[in-house]
């Protein structure tokens, strides 16, 4: 037996069961997010900050503050958070969805995701999906395999996809939905009208847990056994 291929079966076992069962001590690697004159940056276990650059990194507001009731855990922040028209999206690693005010950091609505979270939120837009359009849906992607899309205003469940295991990909939006998860399958997803479909799929023997990537026509998603696929979008 090769070892390579051993040791990419013993990583998405790895992986498996990482999706089973939630982290002991849980870190984060979100990145930030510069909207404006303000810097959204994770600067602790945790907890988001909004941070003024221009007057020495000062901080505007942290979330959550400690004085939440009942209190406010997040345990980490994985996925990069969203800043749309004033409202910072975030999820934590406990499974809670924020909407918070760019300018004061006020929580506008929550959601409970059910399970960890450590994809980056996606998003898409009503009429051809750039950031010219309507914010329509928050994409929320989970560790259990649950994809959910979010109204922007209120937080309120849009519909929901579930695959087999975990998703640890951003979700890529473009004319379908393009999520991977951790055992290998690639969808493409057709949403509107408040409901989702699955439009193709592709498989392969190893998990995907990069973000997938559109370059041109071609979708490209790196797989755990260090391998780039590169797959027909249309």
Not at 42 to 55: I, M, N, Q, R, V
Not at 82 to 87: F, K, N
């Amino acid at each position: 037996t090769h070892p390579l291929a051993v040791l990419a079966l013993l990583a998405l076992a790895m992986l498996a069961a990482a999706g089973c069962v939630k982290q002991n001590n849980p870190q984060g690697w979100a990145g930030p997010v510069v909207e404006g004159d303000v810097l959204v940056a994770s600067t602790d276990k945790g907890e988001l900050s909004a941070l003024d650059p221009a007057g020495g990194f000062s901080v505007e507001w942290t979330f959550p503050t400690g004085e939440e009731k009942p209190e406010i855990k997040l345990e980490a922040i994985y996925g990069t958070p969203l800043v749309i028209d004033g409202t910072v999206y975030l999820a934590g690693y406990s499974g809670d969805v924020f909407a918070l005010d760019l300018e004061k950091g006020g929580v506008s609505w929550r959601f409970d995701a059910g399970a960890p979270v450590i994809a980056g939120l996606a998003v898409t837009f009503r009429g051809g999906n750039t950031q010219l359009d309507a914010a329509e849906s928050i994409l929320v992607a989970t560790d259990d395999g649950a994809l959910y899309a979010l109204d922007p205003k209120d937080g309120k469940e849009q519909w929901r996809f579930d695959v087999d295991t975990g998703i640890w990909g951003q979700p890529l939006v473009d004319k379908l939905i393009f999520v991977a998860s951790v055992d290998g399958r690639l969808y493409a997803l057709a949403a509107g009208d408040g409901e989702v479909r699955e439009a193709w799929r592709f498989e392969t023997e190893h998990g995907l847990i990069s973000d997938p990537v559109l370059s041109g026509s071609t979708l490209l998603i790196g797989g755990i056994d260090r391998t780039l696929h590169a797959v027909n979008a249309e």
